[in-house]
């Protein structure tokens, strides 16, 4: 029998099933970054008995946007369109998490408060673009933190967690993947400091670290999660060792005690798959974490049931197979087809590919 279709937990979480609502962008908020009704909606759907749904990345401030639409956490009038968030989803036995998001480096000054430049740990740049409100925008060349400057987002960090909490959610993930700004202080092909949060990896640690535990003086740590893409290259991202990096990273999170960690594999290249393989990340991961993992990177049915039988991951992530069947965890269940995706409606507009996938007659 599937290990998908089991209880497991997650710190204080209780899963009905392993089968997780990935953290999507999809920029279709409100002036203002407000969460709406038509997000309501879309969470709604894809709610399960259960079920745990991953918030697309949120920004805790101003400064850690890089896509226009993107829904905040950064201002208390942003609440409420959380709640009607929450209490919907609970409201079919379901469980959300919001994800709070920095972008660092991955944006432009058309997207940042003032016009200003965005800022990272150090003033590299890196490739690809970002979405300001008239369109994409190349990123452009950061400016580094000042040491002054790094207690104040750590402390957004914490501030985004207690809204969240005030919003209903039962926890939160911190955005540690991708090449967003904790990622960009953790990997040494974009940390280049001289204090004491750059240079070995106990310092290049300290910001992923120290905002994991402003979230945890919001929700106790078993609400705690992080998600990290070890060795993932969108973003410009590099490390020379990455295996000791992460392998540090998940021990101190590990001493925490969070809930979860949530493990991007590396053969996704930003949204394209660019080798199928043996889960490798998780495998490493672990023998050094003790709580839930969490694996995400194009798994389909028959890799899921793979790495949880392994034991390598307790649970598995779906993004794109979510945004296209609301009731996925159902089709995976009875094995019915599955509905394609829209690219083309994967960022920003309205309800066409985002709340109008069919439910299947069959599911339940
Ligand atoms: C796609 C487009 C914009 C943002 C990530 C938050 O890669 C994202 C993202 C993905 O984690």
């Known amino acids: 029998m599937s290990k998908l279709f089991t209880p497991v937990a997650a710190g204080a979480l209780s899963l009905g099933h392993r089968v997780v609502m990935a953290p999507l962008t999809r920029m279709r908020s409100d002036p203002g970054d407000r969460p709406n009704a038509l997000m309501r909606d879309y969470y709604t759907q894809r709610a399960s008995r259960g079920g745990l749904i991953i918030s697309e990345a949120t920004p805790i401030s101003r400064q850690g946007y890089g896509y226009a639409g993107a829904p905040g956490i950064y201002d208390d009038a942003q609440i409420e369109g959380w709640r009607a968030i929450t209490d919907a989803v609970h409201g079919r036995g379901g469980q959300i998490v919001m994800q709070l998001w920095h972008v660092g480096r991955q944006s432009h000054p058309d997207i940042q408060p003032n016009g ?7 003033a590299i740049a890196a490739e690809g673009y970002g979405y300001a409100a008239h369109g994409p925008v190349p990123f452009t060349m950061p400016r580094a933190l000042e040491r002054a400057e790094i207690p104040g987002i750590i402390a957004e960090f914490g501030a985004g967690a207690a809204r969240a909490k005030a919003a209903g959610f039962d926890g939160v993930e911190i955005h540690g993947a991708n090449g967003y700004l904790p990622d960009q202080f953790l990997q040494d092909g974009t940390n280049k400091r001289t204090d004491d949060y750059g240079g070995p990896i106990e310092n290049r640690a300290r910001f992923l670290l120290e905002v994991t535990q402003a979230a945890i003086a919001a929700f106790d740590a078993d609400r705690v999660g992080v998600r990290l893409s070890p ?3 969108y973003g410009s991202m590099s490390d020379s060792d990455p295996r000791a990096t992460f392998g540090y990273v998940a021990s101190k999170l590990d001493e925490l005690g969070i809930a979860y960690i949530h493990v991007v594999e590396p053969r996704i290249k930003g949204t394209e ?27 389909d049915r028959a890799g899921a049931d793979a790495v949880l039988e392994t034991g390598d991951a307790d649970a598995v992530a779906f993004g794109r197979a979510f945004i296209a069947n609301p009731d996925l965890p159902e089709r995976l269940r009875l094995g019915l087809p599955l509905t394609p995706y829209d690219r083309a409606t994967f960022y920003g507009g309205d309800a066409r590919g985002y709340t109008d996938y069919p439910f299947h007659p069959n599911a339940a």
């Open 116 to 122: 200003e430049a965005p800022v990272a740990p150090s």
């Open 273 to 299: 798959l660019i080798a199928e393989g043996e889960p490798i990340a998780v495998h490493h991961l672990r023998a050094l974490f003790h709580g839930t993992i969490i694996a995400a990177g194009g798994f």
């Open 231 to 233: 060795s993932g290259t």
